[in-house]
């Protein structure tokens, strides 16, 4: 069984820093590209971020360029996000996905003060 | 960025009614276009990909087609449990989007 769990989500002040991780299972993670997708409160859909399955190729969203980080560990089938300089606008549920078809639960980011 | 419009907003039908969701891109994106379901509180459900191929699972009502900037969903005989949140997603260059939702509502 597939399963993506994700782990890291919290409150924080603005300007402040998490660390998002995606602990992978049930597929081969290093065949996959993966992304993290985003969802504030009664909104809808907005993809963030994604990583080549080797790692070498990345990705971002405009209004998160030089602010978040993905990355992946392929030894510990563990996908991550870096956020700094957090924003009240990055205040959403975060999912990590697995190609288009693998997605997890979702951890909540709540920026404020 | 490629964008992706939807239509209707928000639609509401009957159990057993033929529903078509529109989805339109800003430019061509040949047939490089997913559907998700979404439910309250849930992770999104892939349903098509490559515009047309139904993902393994899902239902033969809901079926997709189009290609270059013009794209529909069509669910041909509502089920109770299809009233949901459908977006559309295209992945055709690295700066992945979504369409802003279709919220199919109980008439």
């Known amino acids: 069984e597939v399963q993506l769990l994700e782990s890291g989500g919290g409150l924080v002040q603005p300007g402040g820093s998490l660390r998002l991780s995606c602990a992978a299972s049930?597929?081969?993670?290093?065949?996959?590209?993966m992304s993290w997708v985003r969802q504030a409160p009664g909104k809808g859909l907005e993809w963030v971020s994604d990583?080549?399955?080797?790692?070498?190729?990345?990705h971002y969203i405009d209004s998160v360029k030089g602010r978040f980080t993905i990355s992946r560990d392929n030894s510990k089938n563990t996908l991550y996000l870096q956020l700094n300089s957090l924003r009240v606008e990055d205040t959403a549920v975060y999912y990590c996905?697995?190609?288009?078809?693998?997605w997890g639960q979702g951890t909540l980011v709540t920026v404020s003060s | 960025a490629i964008q992706l419009t939807q239509s209707p907003s928000s639609l509401s039908a009957s159990v057993g009614d033929r529903v078509t969701i529109t989805c339109r891109a800003s430019?061509?994106?040949?047939?490089?276009l997913a559907w998700y379901q979404q439910k309250p509180g849930k992770a999104p459900k892939l349903l098509i990909y490559?515009?047309?191929t139904l993902e393994s699972g899902v239902p033969s009502r809901f079926s997709g087609s189009g290609s270059g900037t013009d794209f529909t969903l069509t669910i041909s005989s509502l089920q109770p449990e299809d009233f949901a949140t459908y977006y559309c997603?295209?992945?055709?260059?690295?700066?992945?989007?979504f369409g802003q939702g279709t919220r199919l509502e109980i008439k």
């Open positions: 997603q295209q992945f055709n260059n690295y700066l992945i989007t």
């Open positions: 430019q061509g994106i040949s047939s490089a």
């Open positions: 996905v697995g190609g288009q078809l693998y």
């Open positions: 990583i080549s399955g080797s790692g070498g190729s990345t």
């Open positions: 490559d515009a047309s």
């Open positions: 049930g597929f081969t993670f290093s065949n996959y590209a």
